[in-house]
């Protein structure tokens, strides 16, 4: 996309431009071109740079800034680029973007390309002297996530361009565009559990040692546990068995060691570390062994300034009031709420990571104004917070 067609391209020419990109996680290369191509012309100077090795890297990454006059306010958008694998079945190539009637179908349509494409259209109407307007885009948010957006924030702590505020542009909406916001997520912790036994013949019980006895008694026990029974902004924590294994192909033998893993998705209540030690207590009671990986803490950003800003765009352009909720998984903003205020807001969230993704266009338009609005708002505002 030329210089000159970057800047007059509509928001579902924007979001056709990406979505042709594939960019299955991590992402890298062409789809990354095509922003930087859609950011410079409108005076964005882009930085990117790939972070980490394997197993989990490289990764790439793009920082892309505005800069407004000194001591103006700074307003972060924050998103990603990579995409699920799009599986079989679908009506037309994914990342081939077509119009369908009032429809624009692709892989990354919802999430998250379209949104990008907005944030895109929405800083054009926005002059650089309101203030200074900055992009933290990572090519691994749907994979392992740990050299994507938490290497952005320490390039960002490095340049002292730390945001005053951040709009993360996950697909938040459920029924209709606006109709809820994110202002917090629960926390997300895995916890490996393993138990060692001794094997032997199941004849001769007396000369081995059960290991599987052991695990499904501990599961029964942390499966009874009741966490919490939620707060004024949080749901309950619930913490669920995701996998048991024991991989024994024989019938008459004891299996000498036996495997299990559990997911637990915590409110404010709770930090990581703290069910991770609870959990490896009632591990080690049952003689078994827990491994903890936390894959973020909860957060919630308090109602306030930041939140009416934004509930007053949406209201502005879509006539609806915003829920305000901590629903759902996680996502990059657990990161990023270390660095300032965040909050998510985007498209419907019906067809993400679905076949035959789509978003509305007249939505994307929508979208595009709401971001233009609440940048506005924001950096007009020193009160927003």
């Not at 050299?147 to 960002?156: C, E, K, N």
């Not at 007396?206 to 029974?229: C, I, Q």
């Not at 004891?254 to 591990?283: M, Q, Y």
């Amino acid at each position: 996309m030329s210089q000159t067609a970057s800047s007059a391209a509509s928001v579902t020419e924007l979001a056709e431009a990406l979505i042709a990109c594939p960019s299955v996680t991590p992402a890298t290369g062409m789809v990354f071109d095509c922003l930087e191509q859609q950011l410079a012309p409108l005076g964005f100077e882009v930085t990117r740079f790939v972070a980490g090795e394997a197993p989990d890297g490289p990764v790439e990454n793009l920082f892309a800034v505005r800069r407004g006059p000194e001591g103006s306010r700074h307003f972060a958008f924050a998103g990603h680029l990579d995409v699920v694998p799009p599986g079989e079945g679908w009506t037309t190539a994914p990342f081939l973007p077509e119009r369908r009637g009032d429809l624009l179908h692709g892989r990354g349509a919802v999430d998250m390309k379209g949104s990008i494409a907005a944030m895109v259209a929405a800083v054009r109407e926005i002059p650089a002297e309101a203030g200074s307007v900055s992009f933290v885009i990572t090519g691994d948010e749907e994979g392992p996530a740990v050299y994507g957006t938490r290497a952005l924030i320490d390039l960002m702590r490095e340049r002292g361009e730390v945001p005053d505020l951040c709009l993360v542009g996950e697909p938040t909406s459920v029924h209709r565009l606006g109709d809820m916001m994110k202002i917090g997520r629960r926390g997300s912790v895995n916890i490996f559990l393993d138990v060692d036994g001794v094997q032997g013949h199941v004849a001769y019980p007396h000369l081995a040692d059960n290991p599987v006895t052991k695990l499904v008694a501990m599961l029964g026990e942390l499966d009874a546990l009741s966490l919490d029974e939620g707060t004024d902004w949080f749901q309950p924590s619930n913490l669920e068995i995701t996998d048991i294994t024991v991989g024994n192909p024989a019938h008459n033998v004891i299996p000498a060691k036996a495997s299990a893993r559990i997911s637990i998705r915590f409110n404010d209540l709770h930090t990581g570390a703290e069910l991770g030690a609870r959990v490896t207590a009632i591990a080690e009671k049952h003689g078994g062994k827990a491994r903890p990986v936390i894959s973020g803490e909860s957060f919630l950003t308090a109602p306030g300034r930041f939140s009416t800003l934004l509930a007053e765009a949406i209201r502005a352009e879509t006539g609806v009031d915003p829920e305000l909720s901590t629903s759902g998984g996680t996502s990059d903003a657990r990161f990023l709420k270390d660095l300032c205020p965040v909050i998510e807001f985007g498209l419907c969230n019906a067809t993400m990571h679905k076949r035959d993704e789509a978003v509305a266009m007249d939505d994307l338009d929508a979208l595009a104004r709401i971001y233009r609005r609440v940048v506005e708002a924001a950096l007009a505002d020193s009160a927003a917070t």
